[in-house]
């Protein structure tokens, strides 16, 4: 009997690497869903505009949108949400300016899950591209092909 190698054991920075991948995933979805129940319970009940809640709970709609593809781990998602996040980071710095307590505590806190959120999606992408790019050996100059010359006219 002839005994079959055993298989390469991984790095163990590869394993950190994975739980990195995942922990930024999960707190990109979850600053995402907290973000989005913030959004709903400030404008619907804990200090709307108006009495009864305001339209401004329809903000919640456009986060709803990447959230399929944040627990999908999309990539492209990843993307285009640490951009868009900062529309709502925005608003939520210049109400928390310029609104009163309680609703000025709200968009601070509104502010805040915009940062966590963008730190998680631009951790997340970065983790990824490291962790799924090829590291190609390098090449001595004796190892590299020639290139053909083109012929002079």
Known sequence: MTASPAAPRPAPHSA???HGVAATRWLASGSLLALIALCLAWELVLAP??????????K?????????GLLKNR??????VSLVIWLY?????????GDRPPSQWL???EAALCLVLFAACAAHVRLRQRHH???????????????ATPPAH
Do not use: H
Not at 49 to 58: F, I
Not at 60 to 68: H, M, S, T
Not at 89 to 97: C, D, I, Q
């Open 16 to 18: 950190r690497r994975n």
């Open 49 to 58: 505009l108006r009495p009864g809640g305001s339209w401004l709970a329809l």
């Open 60 to 68: 919640a709609l456009a986060l709803c949108l990447p959230l399929a």
């Open 75 to 80: 990539m492209y998602t990843y993307r285009w």
């Open 89 to 97: 980071f925005t608003e939520g710095v210049v109400r928390g300016w």
């Open 107 to 109: 968009a601070w806190g």
């Open 133 to 147: 790019s090829p590291v190609a050996p390098a090449r001595s100059p004796a190892e590299t092909p020639e290139r």
